[in-house]
């Protein structure tokens, strides 16, 4: 089975001149097959970038990549939902869908899931499939065992299963905005104070250790996934999209490292090797995989 690697949509508040230099050089120098595209946490930074996508995409494409446009994950607002329509008339590239309203709007054309609509069962797969679904981006928090029944079902659907196997994982998501609240400022009269921290703000427990990340209405992961270990047996299971979360490091050498282990050319020790030579911020993490706490490294 040929293997794709992906680079997720940016979920965090990068200035646009970031984003433009970020994707220009994954572009030109990663090893990335599909880049997805959209403003998926707060529609409020949406206008700072929507001028760029077509520039962006006809960079990313001029360079061999793939383009999907990914979909906001809460829509709460007459003017969120007046995006999320606008946004899947898109005809031209795929749609990653990560709310349940963007369906209406793409009227059984063929689409691909995000890992925010928690697609747990094949049940869930099955109805979605039916719906127009071609890909499934299956929420990280699934243990092994689970993803494997999932890729099971997968088949017997014709539709493919990508999975996240680097970055800081999505925990929740929240009507309330906490970057805000812990600024003294409320989600209305934000002021983008979630720029500030560019791979989330760092939540520490009452005894000083590092336990989430906070990005917008966004919680996340403190740990970053790193599923190099277990590229081999979701090769095995059957899945075929890889996803990488980006972050400010230096994603191009993460997408090699991926690249290189996807395609056998190191191995897992070696590749581990060489991720932690990048100076992570944070620890690596696989709980979920192995049925147990997220934020543990099971060897």
Known sequence: MMTKLTLGPIQFHWPAQQKIDF??????????????????????????????????????????????FATLAEVMLKRERNMMAGFCEETEHLIEVNDTSGLWHLNDRPHMIGPLMNVYNEDTMTYLASKGATRFCLPPELPGT????????????????????????????????????????????????????????PLDTLTGQRFLAINGIQTLSHTYLNLLPELARLKTMGASHYRLVPHTQDMVAVA????????????????????????????????????????????
Not at 44 to 55: I, L, N, Q, T, V
Not at 167 to 181: K, Q, V
């Open 146 to 201: 689970s993803v494997e029944g999932m890729c099971e079902h997968a088949k017997t659907l014709g539709v493919d299963i990508e999975v996240q196997v680097f970055g800081r994982t999505s925990l929740a998501l929240s009507a309330r905005c906490y970057h805000a609240r812990a600024h003294g400022r409320i989600k209305d009269n934000c002021q983008f104070v979630c720029e500030e921290d560019p791979d989330g703000m």
């Open 23 to 68: 994707y220009a050089r994954i572009a030109d120098e990663a090893a990335i097959d599909t880049v997805y595209l959209g403003e998926v946490i707060c529609s409020k930074r949406s206008p700072f970038f929507d001028k760029h996508y077509a520039e962006v995409t006809e960079r990313l494409e001029r360079g061999g990549k793939t383009v999907v």
């Open 256 to 299: 090699q490292i991926y690249r290189d282990a996807l395609d056998a050319k190191t191995t897992s020790d070696e590749a581990e090797s060489k991720l932690a030579g990048l100076d992570i911020p944070a620890p690596f993490a696989n709980g979920f995989w192995h049925g147990k706490a997220g934020h543990l490294r099971v060897q």
